[in-house]
């Protein structure tokens, strides 16, 4: 992200922090439980409520993962469960400085814990390792343009331009340039969560960990 005071969405920091902040005291977390339950610093998550400091989409996407919800819900306000036309400068974008792109397509509806992405990666980009989701999440893959190396649960998986795949959100995976051909990955990414109070405290209830 260029800017580091607001989203390619518009949304500036301290909106962002406000919106992650409510939703961290809506579910009734201490500002160490939600790092402990994301895997990210206290202080990271204090900077970005705080709206200093502006979070990769790997880091945003731990602490949405960790609260029980989406990236879109932290920034974008619901709408009216009705017909939504979500003209292309209407959607959410957000970049990563590693080299990545995301582009939100659904719109955040009331109670509805879904989301409908679009990705690039620009050539030889790693987007990281994301965190398993609750159980009961879904999440449908499909590779528009370039090689798409696509890893679950550490089982890697080469998908080319058309393919599709399909698996259980509730795994570690991740997203990465699986051609070294100098040109950029676009894949479509459709994730439903499943219930639960955020992977965090599933990882921790699995593992034995408890409150700090």
């Given at each position: 992200?260029?800017?580091?005071?607001a989203l390619s969405s518009g949304l500036s920091m301290a909106e962002l922090g406000a919106?992650v902040r409510a939703e961290r005291r809506s579910r009734g977390l201490a500002l160490e439980?939600?790092?402990?339950?994301?895997?990210?610093?206290?202080?990271?998550?204090?900077?970005?409520?705080?709206?200093?400091?502006?979070?990769?989409?790997?880091?945003?996407?731990?602490?949405?993962?960790?609260?029980?919800?989406?990236?879109?819900?932290?920034?974008?306000?619901?709408?009216?469960?009705?017909?939504?036309?979500?003209?292309?400068?209407?959607?959410?974008?957000?970049?990563?400085?590693?080299?990545?792109?995301?582009?939100?397509?659904?719109?955040?509806?009331?109670?509805?814990?879904?989301?409908?992405?679009?990705?690039?990666?620009?050539?030889?980009?790693?987007?990281?390792?994301?965190?398993?989701?609750?159980?009961?999440?879904?999440?449908?893959v499909a590779v528009e343009a370039g090689c798409l190396r696509l890893t679950v649960d550490?089982?890697?998986?080469?998908?080319?331009?058309?393919?599709?795949?399909?698996?259980?959100?509730?795994?570690?995976?991740?997203?990465?340039?699986?051609?070294?051909?100098?040109?950029?990955?676009?894949?479509?990414?459709?994730?439903?969560?499943?219930?639960?109070?955020?992977?965090?405290?599933?990882?921790?209830?699995?593992?034995?960990?408890?409150?700090?």
């Open positions: 992200m260029s800017d580091d005071n919106r439980r939600l790092a402990a339950l994301s895997g990210v610093s206290r202080s990271m998550v204090s900077e970005v409520e705080r709206g200093t400091k502006t979070p990769s989409v790997l880091v945003l996407d731990r602490l949405a993962t960790a609260l029980g919800t989406s990236i879109a819900r932290l920034l974008d306000e619901p709408v009216r469960p009705a017909t939504t036309v979500l003209t292309r400068d209407r959607q959410q974008r957000v970049r990563d400085p590693a080299g990545w792109e995301r582009r939100i397509l659904s719109p955040v509806l009331p109670g509805v814990e879904f989301e409908f992405m679009r990705t690039t990666l620009e050539p030889g980009v790693d987007a990281g390792e994301f965190a398993a989701h609750p159980p009961g999440s879904h999440e449908y550490g089982a890697s998986h080469l998908l080319a331009a058309g393919d599709s795949a399909y698996f259980p959100g509730d795994r570690p995976h991740a997203f990465a340039d699986g051609a070294d051909d100098g040109q950029p990955c676009v894949y479509y990414l459709a994730m439903a969560l499943g219930p639960g109070e955020g992977v965090g405290a599933h990882s921790l209830a699995r593992h034995g960990g408890h409150d700090g």
